[in-house]
């Protein structure tokens, strides 16, 4: 039997789970809890000497039924002032072996809203014996917490979820376990429907296709694609002073986008504010952050590995008529290293990067230290990648200048870092290609 123990939560681990201080079990983790709250637990398993994972015996009071079994939300509950002002403390903490970041003041973002804010969903699910079951995966695990809503989501993405509630027994065409995603989208300006984008392996999609009927019949709003099927499909994603945004079936686009917004406010302030001449946009997607700014910039050069993003991207300038961008398909390292013969400057006086969560490789922080820009614009969504590329940028010859730190995510350790740089070396001079 596992011992049962009341304790006070106090601090957090990076991953976001709570840490309690026991006299007698030394520290414990333990998931979906806050610093603050004391309550029971029950002790897991020592995974070291003194150190004990945990589980809550009671479930968070908060505004889900899933809350302390759905591994989306982290802080279920907890006062959203406190997490933010903790993001910030775990920021700052794993910054502290880098004097240059730590001294910097880190300028808060928060979200306009902490329920609704959601505009696009990743669901897992499965068919078996004729039953559909979605939802998420629970916290560490892969073991799928069946939901029939989601608060963070977006009114219209809420109701679709209670119409697959709805139909979840009988009639589905699988017998077996088959697992699949589901993609649930809002496409505000395309009158508020909803892109529900299918994901299968590829033995999977004839039977995957079967189901696309009854997927469809659900809401007259919903528009049913297979990915990388339905390329021909270009819907509106936001119109924006710069440019329409469009996007279409398997292209990604952030699920926040008021904060997106936000970066790319802070991109415009620093570009107004400049005036640069030429702009990198590396792992620049289908151009979310560079494109709508073509207005204040002389010319922008964009890459991504990703053709399906480049593409739209291409498809974006073109729309809205925009002739000073250029955008190419290709590693970001390589597209650097060729940029002559790709036609791009050999310099640029601003550089974006907003790499996945891995961050940025070495190869391309040796390719922008030798280039010298004056400025580079880093966007991270994950703590501990932007702390290694820090170490690599100041190596380079790169100087932090600014922290913003980006909410996309409230309820979760989730975090994106928006910090400048600048490069002591950089020389100023005429772009030419």
Known sequence: ?????????????????????????????????????RLDVTLREEIRPGKWHADRVALPAAHCSHAGRCGGCVWPGAPY??????????????????????????????????SGFRNRVHLHANFFQGDLEFGFYGRGSRALVAIEDCPVAEAPLREVMSALAGVKKGGWPASENFGFGIELI?????????????????????????????????????????AFRSQEDVFV??????????????????????QSDTIRGLIAAEISARRPDVVFDLYCGSGNYSLPL????????????NPLSITMAQFNAGRNGITNTAYVCGDAANVLQRRKDLGWPEQADLVIVDPARYGMSAAVIGELGQMRPPRLFYISNHRESFIRDARQLLAAGFKPEKLELVDFFPHTPHLDIVSIWTHSGSSAGPNSV
């Open 1 to 37: 039997m596992r011992a049962k123990i009341t304790v006070d939560i106090n601090d957090l681990h990076p991953s976001g789970n709570g840490i309690a201080h026991d006299p007698q079990f030394g520290h414990i983790y333990v998931p979906f809890t806050f610093p603050g709250e």
């Open 81 to 114: 002032a406190e997490q933010l002002t903790w993001k910030k403390t775990l920021l700052l903490r794993a910054a502290r072996a880098i004097p240059q970041l730590a001294s910097l003041p880190v300028n808060l973002h928060a979200a306009p809203q902490v």
């Open 186 to 226: 809002h496409l505000r300006e395309e009158n508020s429907k909803i892109m529900m984008i299918l994901y299968a392996s590829p033995l999977r999609k004839a039977t995957l296709a079967e189901a696309i009927p009854r997927f469809a019949a659900l809401d007259p709003n919903l528009l049913v694609r297979e």
């Open 237 to 258: 994603w936001q119109r924006l002073p710069g440019a329409t945004m469009y996007t279409k079936p398997g292209v990604f686009q952030q699920g926040n986008t008021a």
């Open 294 to 305: 073509h207005g204040l910039v002389g010319r922008v050069f964009g890459c991504d590995d």
